[in-house]
């Protein structure tokens, strides 16, 4: 078995966004070599989501309306976690959307389902911040 290790680093330049990696974790399959195997991806920050969905812009908006609806950035003071800092919405943002993906690779390819696209969804932004890629198989 071989396996494979990436990280890739966003510095978005606003509180929150969302960035389609696709191309970059397709790019690190590619370089793994590995034919028939899995993907992990994962955000190594807990205030940032990896996940799996539709490129679509009006369901990011979406997205984006629905999470600000369950987790108010502000007030600040509604969240006990702020204080030292003012995240408290974003830590409960990622809880909702995921640490991880996983994908089979076939055939050296993502073997996705339909209109299926990776994400990476900041949730406290304006710093440095890393994804984790790991391949294993042959
Ligand atoms: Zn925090």
């Known amino acids: 078995m071989k396996s494979y290790r990436k990280e890739l680093t966003f510095n978005l330049p606003s509180r929150r966004g969302l960035v389609n990696i696709t ?5 690190a399959v590619r370089e793994s ?7 992990l991806v994962n955000a190594m920050h807990i205030t940032a989501s990896v996940f799996i969905n539709d490129d679509e812009s009006g ?5 984006e309306v629905w999470l600000e609806k369950l987790a108010p ?3 600040y ?12 919405d974003a830590h ?15 055939n050296g390819r ?6 299926e696209q990776i994400f990476y969804f900041e949730f406290d932004g304006m710093r440095n911040k890393r994804v984790l890629i790991k391949i294993i198989g042959e």
Not at 33 to 39: D, L, N, R
Not at 77 to 88: A, I, K, L, P, T
């Open 73 to 75: 950035e502000k007030p």
């Open 92 to 106: 409960l943002k990622r809880s909702v959307m995921g640490r991880e993906v996983v994908v089979a690779i076939t």
């Open 77 to 88: 003071s509604q969240y006990r976690h702020n204080g030292f800092e003012d995240n408290g």
């Open 110 to 115: 993502l073997d996705f389902g339909p209109w």
């Open 23 to 27: 191309p970059q974790v397709s790019a």
């Open 59 to 63: 369901l990011h908006h979406d997205m």
């Open 33 to 39: 070599g590995i034919k028939e195997g899995m993907v």
